[in-house]
Structures are given as structure tokens and as C-alpha cells.
């Protein structure tokens, strides 16, 4: 039986995969900018909500979480979005 930690982490490899491969296969601009809008922000959101867990949650840590996923938006957007 899986520990919950490993869990957690297989169901969020699972939607990361999934809204990557619908990422690839999106034709829309529009519909890429909601996938990556919403691939950023769940990745801010799972982060926060884990130090939470954890209670370890501090300011540091959100600035740290809102930066990465500031960085993933503008890779991911100018990779899918921004080469058309």
C-alpha cells in the first residue's frame, strides 16, 4: 500500500503529465494560455497547501512558490504560446 506522501505525489505527476500532452496537442492560443495559466497557479497552490500540511508554511516560502511558478508561466508561454 501506498504512503500518502507517494500518493499525493503520483496523482500530481499524473495531472502534470495529462496538462502537458493536452498542452502539445491544444491548437488554440487560448486554450494554451488557460492550460498553462492553470498549470502555474496549481503548482502555487499544491506548494502552498503542502507547507501547510506541513505546518511549515512562511512568507519565504510563498514568495519562493509564487516565483517558480511566475518562471514556469513564462517558459511554458513563450515555448507554446509565444512561437506561433
Do not use: C, P, W
Not at 16 to 36: D, E, M, N, P, R
Not at 58 to 84: C, D, P, Q
Request: proline content about 0%; glycine content about 4%.
Amino acid at each position: 500500500m501506498l504512503d500518502k506522501r507517494t500518493a499525493e505525489y503520483t496523482i500530481l505527476a499524473i495531472i502534470l503529465v495529462s496538462l502537458i500532452v493536452a498542452l502539445s496537442l491544444a491548437t488554440s492560443q487560448i486554450v494554451k494560455f488557460g492550460l498553462i495559466l492553470l498549470l502555474s497557479s496549481g503548482y502555487l497552490l499544491y506548494g502552498i497547501l503542502h507547507h501547510y500540511e506541513e505546518k511549515n508554511l512562511n512568507s519565504r516560502i510563498v514568495f519562493e512558490y509564487f516565483a517558480v511558478s511566475f518562471l514556469i508561466f513564462i517558459i511554458l508561454y513563450s515555448f507554446f504560446v509565444g512561437t506561433t
